[in-house]
């Protein structure tokens, strides 16, 4: 994208809590897992963002980065 920097992060504050799959113990399948920010702060995401204009509106949008968890 030539030096334009879309980098952002995404602040989550009115939910501190969230799923995430966790991985059996086996490693063949996966189980939701309820699970919530330290504290009960705010959670922060990674995220990239952009600008679209169509017929002359400016549209903004962006999306979460997700990885494997670090537990």
Known sequence: MGGRNNNC????N???SFY????FPEG???QP???????GGP????????????DERVFYSCT???A???S
């Open 20 to 23: 995430e799959l966790k991985l």
């Open 64 to 66: 979460i980065i997700t």
């Open 9 to 12: 992060f995404t602040i989550c």
């Open 33 to 39: 897992c309820y699970d919530f920010a330290n504290a």
């Open 28 to 30: 063949k399948s996966k």
């Open 43 to 54: 959670l922060f995401f990674a995220g990239i963002w952009e600008t679209t204009t169509i």
């Open 14 to 16: 009115l939910f501190s």
């Open 68 to 70: 494997d968890s670090n």
